[in-house]
């Protein structure tokens, strides 16, 4: 006996399509999770110079295959963890035209949010460290996300660090505040991973930096 093939309504086909790629997208985001949790493991018990893409691949169940599916690189997979930190950074960076006009301590408690940052992901700050040693492409990418965080502080109001601008002021103060954010990082993560222990030093470096930081903000502030 013949059985007959009762034909699925085109807008049928396309929900079971739409359903299809859902499922689809929300397995890659899970093994790429899966991957990149791996790598963090692996990267805070072996220098990063020293990890192997096999030690990853081992510590995430997953074939060489499917790795390089989704990360091209050890480098790449490095940088996609700090990826998942950059846009608290960013955000934290928002926050600051508004302290240009208030006292020091709220420039101490911004100062306390970015160590706080750090103390979530104490993992990954050695690892941070480290690629900016050995990975060039990753100086870059920090120049890069240095250069994002002035302007989005000029968007804010801060004035003199307009990137379109290329006057000598302009130039100068971007530098100035590049070099700020620079301290200003090394100085929290060392404090989040307790590398400074005695607790007058990290009192007497965080004061320096809030006022180093209030004085950047009050000399570039829009009137």
Known sequence: MKTSTVPVPAEQQGQTGEVRKRVQVRRRGITRARILEAARRVFSRTPYI????????????VSRATLYDYFESKSALATAIYDEIAPEVEALVALLPPLAQQDIEAIGAWLQRYIALYEDHRAVVPLLAQLQLFEEGFRQRLRADGAAHLTILSDGGIAHLDPAKDDDE??????????????????????????????????????????????????????
Do not use: P, Y
């Not at 020293?50 to 169940?61: F, N, P, Q, S, V």
């Not at 070099?179 to 990082?185: K, P």
């Not at 470096?205 to 950047?216: G, I, K, M, T, V």
């Open 50 to 61: 020293h990890a192997t893409i096999d030690e990853i691949i081992l510590e995430a169940g």
């Open 170 to 223: 302009t130039i100068m103060q971007r530098a100035r505040g590049r070099l700020m954010f620079v301290r200003i990082a090394t100085l929290c993560g060392e404090i989040a991973a307790g590398e400074i222990t005695d607790k007058r030093e990290v009192a007497h470096s965080l004061q320096l930096a809030a006022r180093e930081l209030q004085q950047f903000l009050r000399d570039n502030v829009s009137l």
